[in-house]
């Protein structure tokens, strides 16, 4: 089975530093595609970031990068000088194989930016 | 604006009264998805189509039902709500290209059965 592992439920962060949140999956794939989503408490899903896992180069949008480990089956989300505005529960999602069209979720990370 | 219409956003309904939940997408999207948000369980897959007249089980399908008649229109449907539907529902939609791969989520749909 594909599953998907976000361990930390809650995170904070001081307003303008750097935070980290962690994701491992696993999966039998040897493509597949990655995803991060932010979701504020207007509830909309917002895609933060996307990777392919062919893709050695870590995706980069903004202060938004992910450090994707293929052999370890990681892809954790760095977000650097936190902005209040980055306060939101953020989703990592996958889809395994070329012809799937199903997203797999993780459970979630609520975080919080502290002024 | 290329978009995912849900409606309503918001719905307060009594146990076993049969509702719709409709969902609209304007981007011609072959794919279309529903999904169900629970605190502390992420987003689980509940249907899926593939295209018109194409539709199949995702992870949760029991107690619902699609239809996709047209392109555009997946709605969700719920025959017989329970309070165990009570949840917060989001419809997505997909067209693959190499360049542009991911999904649009409409703004989501809570509902509340009673």
């Known amino acids: 089975a594909q599953t998907v592992t976000q361990s930390q439920p809650e995170m904070s962060v001081q307003e303008a530093e750097t935070v980290t949140l962690s994701c491992t999956y696993d999966?039998?794939?040897?493509?597949?595609?990655l995803f991060w989503y932010k979701q504020p408490p207007s509830r909309q899903m917002i895609l933060v970031i996307r990777?392919?896992?062919?893709?050695?180069q870590n995706a980069t949008e903004n202060r938004f990068s992910v450090n994707f480990q293929k052999a370890a089956k990681s892809f954790s989300l760095k977000i650097s000088d936190s902005q209040l505005g980055d306060t939101a529960m953020y989703f990592c999602?996958?889809?395994f194989g070329a012809g799937s069209y199903q997203l797999t979720f993780g459970k979630g990370t609520k975080l919080s930016v502290i002024p | 604006e290329a978009q995912v219409t849900q409606n309503p956003r918001y719905l307060i309904t009594v146990t076993g009264k049969k509702l719709t939940v409709t969902c609209s997408q304007n981007?011609?999207?072959?794919?279309m998805s529903w999904y169900r948000q629970d605190p502390g369980l992420g987003l689980r897959q509940i249907y899926y189509?593939?295209?018109?007249?194409?539709?199949d089980k995702g992870d949760v399908p029991e107690g619902y039902k699609v239809s996709r008649k047209e392109k555009r229109n997946f709605p969700l449907i719920l025959e017989s709500p329970s309070p165990n539907q009570t949840s917060l529902y989001f419809c997505?939609?997909?067209?693959?290209?190499?360049?542009?791969?991911?999904?649009?989520f409409g703004s989501g749909t809570r509902l509340t059965v009673v």
């Open positions: 999966t039998s794939e040897s493509n597949y595609y």
């Open positions: 997505a939609s997909s067209s693959w290209t190499r360049s542009n791969y991911g999904y649009t």
């Open positions: 999602a996958f889809l």
């Open positions: 189509s593939m295209n018109v007249e194409v539709t």
């Open positions: 990777q392919e896992a062919y893709k050695q």
């Open positions: 981007m011609n999207h072959e794919y």
